[in-house]
């Protein structure tokens, strides 16, 4: 169709695509060329630099009456968005965990936009890729075929998730009808485990109280005699123990909690077992790691993050069910204008909305199809042992560095460490260290407590980080441990 053609059947009209096609993909066309080089040309930048006062007014502006045109919005986006972002992209971010994400994601992402597809439901080709990964991930966890898996934001919603369904398991699904009255649900995790995990207890009505936090040993995993002691006492004490989280990485030190006697555990007590694998459980991908997770193939339930280890761009979390029937038993609701057909694009039911609490949603597959196809599980699971082998060296280097000392013990590919200097100021000083390094632009760490202590925590979650970007990040503590203590 000429654009002649294209722009008269737009005249006059309300719709909100452009009169000159062309245009606007001489725009497109410029976006894409310039996001590509952004990334490309991280190394460039500085990792992360502050908002400037006058950047961060200029988006207390009152809503826009009249529209501006896109070259003006995009510049912009240029000048006053892309210099000011998290930062995870570049090789320097090892704070909290994040994934890098991939030029791949980042396609697949523009093209499920253009697809639009709303995959609450309904029977197209946007739930047949969610299916895929369901199926690529029963074979990953050695899960049986009746397993059921849905995407969702984060592991925060998949672990609060997973506490509903193990709920509606243990008490049955008039749960969903009349709530627990009278019942005294309580669940179990280790006191390192991720604070979401407490969150869920709290989301679901049982109070954070009903998860027990259970102390961990000096390899931060959960003590599993104290587990079992406090669920005895609590039966003793009337209560209904249903429910045990383990930590496939916890988020302060990448521990692994023994899945395998949680799992034993579980099966003589009759409780579920979830496992919080936000980042760790993707370990399975790499035959280096996946024994370290042993275990994990018994768990009921599993929370991940396809946009931590898995590089997929933000956002992709995933809960995996074992038994599909309680899953939908926890969420499936009949819906006068969510009617079922056998033909017709009203078919292919169960939806994903019968398995979580969304119901319109975007079509996170297909960035995740898009990255497991284009690069495969062998290359991402090298990708993934890469990390815990840039850990490794970190973790040498800062034992070769008499001004440093070591925290935590590495499991994965998180690293606890700090510098040296008199009791009364190490944690405000390592405190300081971390935040001129942010602000430094050189690299981007984040801390945590490590027995009491502060600790600057290096998690080596991008694909992109090197052995030179994290002895750049060494370089500069040492630098600026000592300008502070002079
Ligand atoms: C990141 C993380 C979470 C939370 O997941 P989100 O995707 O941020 O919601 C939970 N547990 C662990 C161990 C994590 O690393």
């Given at each position: 169709m000429s654009d002649a053609v294209r722009a008269g059947a737009n005249a006059g009209a309300t719709s909100l695509d452009p009169d000159n096609w062309d245009a606007l993909r001489a725009d497109a066309h410029r976006m894409l060329d310039d996001m590509l080089d952004y990334i490309a040309d991280v190394r460039d930048r500085p990792v992360w630099q502050p908002i400037p006062p006058a950047v961060r007014a200029g988006f207390a502006e009152p809503l826009p009456r009249q529209g501006t045109p896109l070259p003006e919005v995009y510049r912009r986006f240029t000048e006053e968005i892309a210099p000011y972002a998290t930062g995870n992209v570049h090789p320097g971010f090892m704070g909290w965990v994040h994934g890098g994400g991939t030029a791949v994601g980042m396609l697949a992402e523009m093209l499920a936009a253009g697809l639009n597809a709303n995959c609450g439901g309904r029977d197209h080709i946007g739930i047949e890729v969610e299916r895929q990964i369901v199926r690529w991930l029963r074979e990953l966890f050695g899960f049986p075929q009746t397993a059921s898996g849905v995407f969702v934001t984060g592991s925060s919603m998949a672990n609060f998730m997973a506490l509903l369904v193990a709920r509606t398991a243990a008490v049955g699904p008039q749960v969903r009808e009349g709530g627990l009255p009278g019942e005294r649900l309580t669940a179990y995790a280790s006191a390192?485990?991720?604070?979401c995990v407490v969150q869920a207890a709290d989301l679901a009505g049982l109070?954070?109280?009903?998860?027990r936090r259970i102390p961990f040993g000096k390899d931060h995993r959960i003590d599993i005699d104290a587990l079992k002691r406090r669920i005895a006492e609590d039966r003793a004490a009337g209560c209904q123990p249903f429910l045990v989280t383990g930590s496939a990485g916890t988020v302060d030190v990448g521990a692994i909690d023994d899945l395998a006697a949680l799992a034993e555990l579980c099966r003589d007590e009759g409780l579920w077992f979830h496992v919080d694998?936000?980042?760790?459980?993707?370990?399975?991908?790499s035959d280096e790691i996946a024994p370290k997770l042993k275990g994990l193939s018994e768990a009921d339930s599993i929370a991940l993050d396809?946009?931590?280890?898995?590089?997929?761009?933000?956002?992709a979390g995933f809960l995996i069910v074992r038994d599909g029937e309680q899953h939908r038993d926890t969420f499936a609701a009949p819906a006068a204008y969510l009617r079922r057909e056998t033909?017709?694009?009203?078919?292919?039911?169960?939806?994903p909305c019968d398995y979580g609490p969304d119901l319109s949603r975007g079509f996170r597959a297909l960035k995740t199809w898009f990255t497991l196809k284009t690069f495969g599980a062998d290359r991402m699971g090298a990708m993934i042992a890469q990390t815990c082998k840039v850990a490794r060296y970190l973790e040498a280097r800062v034992e070769r560095e008499p001004q440093l000392e070591m925290l935590a013990p590495v499991t994965l590919n998180i690293v606890c460490f700090r510098y040296r200097a008199a009791p009364n100021v190490m944690d405000s000083l390592n405190a300081e260290i971390v935040v001129d390094l942010h602000e430094s632009g050189i690299a981007v760490p984040s801390s945590t407590t490590i027995d009491g202590a502060l600790a600057i925590r290096a998690a080596i979650v991008n694909h992109r980080t090197t052995f030179a970007d994290v002895d750049k990040m060494v370089d500069a503590v040492l630098r600026f441990g000592k300008a502070r203590v002079g």
């Open positions: 390192a485990a991720h604070g109070g954070r109280g009903a998860l694998g936000a980042y760790g459980s993707l370990g399975m991908l396809f946009h931590k280890w898995g590089q997929v761009n933000y956002d033909r017709g694009l009203a078919g292919g039911s169960p939806w």
